[in-house]
């Protein structure tokens, strides 16, 4: 069975389209959080992922909270907190009861673990590290963590003798997931990657062979910085889509 993985979207529609295509045949798609905030079409990227055909779980997100109003916006930078409030004024009922609906955190089959930023922390803590990773090994009880909320594309792996380490990374390279080892992964951001890479990221879990393939994908970035700027969010988060950061 093939799972399309993918997080932080951030009302990306342009980029989340794109990146459902080049999923290319799955039969599940699992979501990290994050669906909203940042971008100019939060209505149209949840609307999108509900008619997405094999759309399983999404998860709730710092930004998906920001936007329903759980959390202080005095925690966000000034753009962030301007595109939250614009967020907020844009949102349907059935998009806000979307996202109200949303876990922070779940374990699939008692095999896998998700949470969107981290199991510690599911809607705050950045796993940036491998200290920050190695602390949050012992917050989850599977062999596998998805995780989102940095956008930058990550394994951490807790070997059998404990050590703590960060794979690298290469696109289209298929990583094996059952061997002994612990994992934490995370597939990168569709909406707004900050891998100093500005395509859209997302990952591929084969459950069968227990391997994970982490892909790139060229979307319409000027599309998407149009209807921004149309909607009159910030001009630093319009011109970071240019460079991935
Ligand atoms: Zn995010």
Request: glycine share 6%; with cysteine.
């Amino acid at each position: 069975m093939r799972i399309g993985i993918i997080s932080d979207i951030h009302a990306n529609v342009v980029a989340l389209e794109t990146v459902l295509k080049a999923l290319g045949p799955v039969d599940r798609i699992w979501c990290l959080g994050d669906v909203v905030g940042y971008g100019p079409n939060p209505n149209e990227s949840i609307a999108t992922l509900l008619a997405q055909p094999g759309m399983e779980i999404c998860l709730t997100g710092n930004h998906d909270w920001a936007a329903l109003g759980k959390i202080d916006l005095n925690d966000f930078n000034p753009d962030a907190r301007q595109a939250a409030l614009w967020t907020r004024e844009q949102l349907t009922p059935a998009s806000l009861q979307f996202l109200e609906e949303r876990p922070d955190m779940i374990v699939y089959n008692s095999e896998i673990t998700m949470a969107h930023a981290s199991p510690r922390q599911p809607i705050w803590e950045y796993i940036t590290n491998t200290s920050i990773a190695r602390a949050n090994f012992s917050h989850f009880h599977t062999a596998l963590c998805l995780v989102g909320h940095t956008h930058v594309p990550a394994i951490f792996v807790l070997d059998a003798q404990g050590t703590v380490r960060e794979q690298k990374i290469i696109d289209g390279q298929t990583v094996p997931l059952r061997d002994g080892s612990r994992y934490i992964v995370n597939p990168g951001s569709v909406g707004q990657p900050r891998d100093n890479d500005p395509r859209a990221a997302y990952a591929i879990l084969d459950l069968v062979s227990g391997a994970i393939t982490f892909h790139h994908v060229e979307y319409d970035i000027v599309q998407t910085q149009q209807r921004m700027y149309n909607a009159g969010l910030p001009a630093r988060l319009i011109m970071r889509l240019n460079y991935g950061w």
